[in-house]
């Protein structure tokens, strides 16, 4: 059988660690067991080995370096050396596959089974995730200090603290985890389902969207807090001191792989609420513009109506004095000689009625 095709090393759990034409030992070119009792998972590469085989490979591997310090120390004329030194030596071997190193005092064997889960092997399968308290802060393994993804962890307090020397100082910060801890981190919690809404859906529904979005990021960074302070030495300290938990090589890389899972979606929540974010903002932007819109065509109507009223209102007027003249011309022509009164008073009777009046009273005036 030829030997698998060398893949490039990755830090976390890889395609070669997955893929079914690597499930083979590249040591003794053998298929696993269905079951992979027998099979060890280096935690630093996270390549899988027959653990028989593997124990082979580190007592050649061993032996080669302690042959290779003792013929140093000869050919130096260096007096030989040490049990101690020669276990120094002997204690960091080459993975098989990629020649990354790992020591071998905290390898744990036989732990295919115990590490062949979500979230270290992505493709294992998801486990039900719990569903997120009403009160946020709930979901802290410790008291919050500032509110809601904002308060600062006992770890960041005590490396703020420049009295962190003294024990009872330390336990003053141990005091704020809550009970039941344990060596690995508590799963992610269920986020809301988020619909990323178009900017021609109504107001009250993308307002809706970003309050969904704004507690799932909400959630995420609290996990995240979590996730980030399993990892520390402060809080493994804590459970080793308080507790009476050591954390194994295991729980170590449990506790890796969920920062990296939490981190990814947190930053994903964090996408999804600036994206809806921008929807909202544009939506209020063009709900302002066309109420704006709306009053403008609103006061133009009313000025162009009122404009319409008067140019109505003129043109009426001028159709009933033109009308009024023209049945005065009328009059004069078909009755010249009669006393005519047309509308308007004295200043619009006949010229020849007042020609004649004149002539009548001139009359008098000389008889007398």
């Known amino acids: 059988?030829?030997?698998?095709?060398?893949?490039?090393?990755?830090?976390?759990?890889?395609?070669?660690?997955?893929?079914?034409?690597?499930?083979?030992?590249?040591?003794?070119?053998?298929?696993?067991?269905?079951y992979f009792d027998n099979v060890t998972i280096l935690l630093n590469c996270y390549h899988k080995f027959h653990t028989d085989c593997l124990n082979r490979h580190i007592a050649h591997t061993q032996r080669a370096l302690q042959d290779a310090e003792i013929r140093r120390r000869r050919q130096n004329r260096q007096p030989p050396p040490s049990e101690e030194t020669l276990a120094d030596v002997a204690e960091e071997v080459m993975c098989p596959f990629c020649s990354k190193p790992f020591f071998v005092s905290t390898l744990t064997r036989n732990n295919f089974n115990?590490?062949?889960?979500?979230?270290?092997?992505?493709?294992?399968?998801?486990?039900?995730?719990?569903?997120?308290?009403e009160n946020l802060d709930d979901i802290l393994i410790h008291t919050a200090t500032g509110g809601t993804a904002t308060g600062n962890t006992p770890s960041i307090m005590y490396r703020l603290n420049q009295r962190a020397d003294d024990l009872d100082e330390i336990d003053h910060y141990y005091s704020f985890y809550k009970d039941n801890l344990g060596p690995r981190c508590p799963y992610p919690h269920m986020?809301?389902?988020i619909q990323i809404p178009q900017p021609t859906d109504s107001l009250e529904f993308i307002e809706m969207q970003y309050e969904a979005a704004v507690r799932n990021n909400n959630i995420a960074i609290n996990d995240y807090s979590n996730a980030t302070e399993y990892y520390t030495t402060f809080f493994e300290f804590f459970l080793e001191r308080k507790k009476g938990i050591t954390i194994s090589p295991e729980d170590?890389?449990?506790?890796?792989?969920?920062?990296?899972?939490?981190?990814l979606i947190l930053l994903e929540t964090e996408r999804v609420k600036t994206t809806i974010k921008q929807i909202l903002d544009d939506a209020k932007t063009l709900l302002g513009r066309f109420k704006s819109g709306v009053h403008h065509i609103r006061d133009s109507v009313s000025r162009r109506s009122k404009t319409i009223r008067k140019k109505l209102s003129d043109h009426a007027r001028n159709t009933y004095d033109r009308a009024r003249n023209t049945l005065h011309r009328?009059?004069?022509?078909?009755?010249?000689?009669?006393?005519?009164?047309?509308?308007?008073?004295?200043?619009?009777?006949?010229?020849k009625y007042n020609k004649t009046k004149k002539a009548k009273k001139h009359k008098n005036s000389r008889k007398c």
């Open 191 to 193: 986020l809301l389902d």
């Open 252 to 263: 170590r890389a449990y506790n890796r792989a969920m920062k990296n899972k939490t981190r």
């Open 1 to 34: 059988m030829p030997r698998p095709k060398r893949l490039l090393n990755k830090t976390g759990w890889t395609d070669a660690t997955l893929r079914d034409d690597e499930d083979i030992c590249t040591i003794c070119l053998v298929e696993y067991e269905s």
């Open 114 to 133: 115990s590490i062949n889960l979500w979230p270290i092997n992505p493709k294992a399968p998801i486990p039900e995730l719990p569903e997120a308290p």
């Open 330 to 351: 009328l009059r004069m022509r078909t009755m010249p000689n009669m006393y005519v009164r047309i509308e308007g008073g004295k200043k619009n009777k006949s010229k």
